[in-house]
Structures are given as C-alpha cells and as structure tokens.
C-alpha cells in the first residue's frame, strides 16, 4: 500500500467537481493499496516503522492509515498530547507554551514546564478529549486575566502574566460582520448560508477579505502559514473596502429591521451595540448617536455599526 501522488489536468479534475475547484494542474494525493513497497536494492518489502515505541501491525484487508493514526494518537507516542495541548493552549492565548508551536525541539524549550506537562498528562487521563482540554484551558485563572498591565508584567510576552490581545482570524472576523448585520457572505459554487469558518478548503472559494486577512491556502501544515498582523491595507479595507459596506447596506439586514421596528432611538443604539459588540452601550454612548428629526435613521444605525466594527472591541480578542 502507498500514498501516490499525481498531477492531473484541469479538464479531468473538473469531469469529477464540476466548476469547485478552478485550479490547474492540481496535485492530488490518493491511495493506491496494491501490494507492498519494494525495497529497490534488496527487493525486500519495506514494513512499517514508528518514530518510537511499536509499529501496530495493520490488518491484511484494512487500511494502514487507519493504524498509524491509532498509534500517533495512543500513549505509546510521547509527542502527540505535548503538540496538541500545547496548540490548544495557543488557540487561546496567541502564543504557545513551546512558540512557535510547529517548533518543538530541545533547543526551543516551553516556558513552563511544569504547565505543558500538566496539561499533557490530563489530556491522556482523558482519552485525549479535546473538549475537556478546551474545557480546562478556559476555565483557568490565566484564562481569566485583564489585557490591563501593572508596573510588575507590563514588559512581559511570554510567562502569560495578563492577556494579550490578538486579532480574530479571516474566517472569524468575516463570521462576526455577518452575525452582526445579518448578512451572510456568498461563496461562488458552494451553498447558501456557508460560513467562513466551514469552507472545505483554503482554494476552492476565493474571497479577497479572506486572503487579505491571512487565511491560509492550506498548503503547508504549519501553522506560519495563517498571519494576525495589522496593516494599513487591513485598515483601508475596514474602513472603504465593499465587504463591510455590502453588508451593512443589504436591504433585508438586521440593521433594517431593527430601524424598522423600534421607534425609540435609544433602544435602537442599544440593539445595535449588542448585535456588534454583545455588551449593551454606557449612557455617554447613547447620548453621542444623535438621530436626525427629519432624515434617514437607517444611515444613523448604519453609520454606527460601521463605526463600532472598526473599534478594537470589535476586532481583538480582549
């Protein structure tokens, strides 16, 4: 049995997706189980062998893939539960305990120790169950620290001494403007209603919010592949570009409805600031919405959510 991989020409990638995939010459790797790999100089079959610990011995009339993940998420491989806590825990802080996380070598130690194999060791006590590795990372008093500093961590990145705010990811930040103005993003070739963060793949749709806002082709199992940085062109795109602008000028959005609805213009700032931002507005804020007597009250909400999705609170993780 091997993994083979093959280029094949547009035209016959597309007798089988249809207009899905718009790529030429895709690479597509398969498998092809028709007896063992040869050893070329001694002809002998080539069995299969582990970084460490012992080789499972596949079944004759099985998938061997099956096999090797039963190994590589199993106790008898030390590195699988140290990679994944320590992914899991950057997922929620912007670094991990080893960072980078696709850099764990000797040379590269974590910064607590103690902390990554406590993790480690509870994520194999529970039958490598990602949700209550989430579950406990979250309930965690580091978790639970302000972004705020004090004169004793204010120079501090690495020990997780407060919060550091990061930026939602493309596929969050995409979801986040839809869910606040109603208005979901439309994917050519793919259904109605897709999220971002459900896309099959980092090719099959283009989108050039995404793109610009670091979401990865999936060429490469690192994780460098994804950037969080802020640029004048992500500014730029918030402020002018077309897709906050669609979606806030969509006739049949929750900004519509809501001006539509209530007659109270105190209420309609505060539906609006729980649609973007999930926190009901301070008294200072309603009183800075100012609606106009004869005019456009839409425009007035429209203007606001605007303004409140280029807020940092909007766009960080804080």
């Not at 969509?250 to 900004?255: E, F, I, V």
């Amino acid at each position: 049995m091997a993994i083979t991989r093959c280029s094949l020409s547009k035209e016959f990638i597309r007798s089988f997706t249809g207009d899905l995939m718009q790529v030429p010459a895709e690479e597509i790797v398969y498998l092809k189980d028709d007896g063992e790999v040869q050893n070329p100089r001694t002809g002998m079959d080539v069995h299969p062998k582990v970084p460490v610990g012992q080789a499972p011995e596949p079944s004759k009339d099985g998938d061997r893939r099956v096999a090797f993940v039963n190994w590589l998420a199993s106790k008898d491989n030390p590195y699988f539960a140290e990679a994944m806590a320590n992914r899991t825990w950057s997922y929620f802080f912007g670094r991990g305990i080893i960072d980078p996380v696709d850099d764990i070598r000797g040379s590269n130690p974590p910064s607590n120790p103690e902390l990554l194999e406590a993790l480690k060791e509870d994520f194999i006590q529970g039958a490598f169950d990602v949700r209550r590795l989430m579950r406990n990372v979250c309930l965690s008093r580091t978790y639970q620290l302000s972004v705020n500093k004090n004169k004793w961590n204010e120079d501090d990145e690495v020990n997780f001494s407060h919060a550091i705010p990061r930026r939602l990811s493309a596929e969050q930040m995409l979801d986040a403007i839809a869910i606040a103005t109603g208005d979901r993003p439309k994917f050519k070739g793919l259904p109605a209603g897709l999220r971002p963060v459900e896309l099959p793949d980092g090719i099959v749709a283009g989108n050039d919010f995404l793109s610009l806002f670091g979401r990865p082709k999936r060429q490469s199992a690192c994780e460098c592949e994804r950037t969080s940085n802020v640029t004048l062109a992500h500014a730029l795109n918030l402020i002018n570009g077309t897709t906050i602008s669609e979606c806030l000028s969509a006739p049949a959005n929750r900004l519509a409805k809501i001006v539509e609805a209530e007659k109270d213009d105190k209420k309609v700032v505060e539906d609006i600031y729980i649609s973007v931002l999930s926190r009901p507005p301070t008294d200072p804020e309603i009183e800075a919405v100012v609606f106009p007597a004869a005019g456009s009250r839409l425009e007035v909400a429209q203007d606001l959510a605007w303004a409140l999705m280029n807020s940092p609170a909007f766009l960080f993780n804080r």
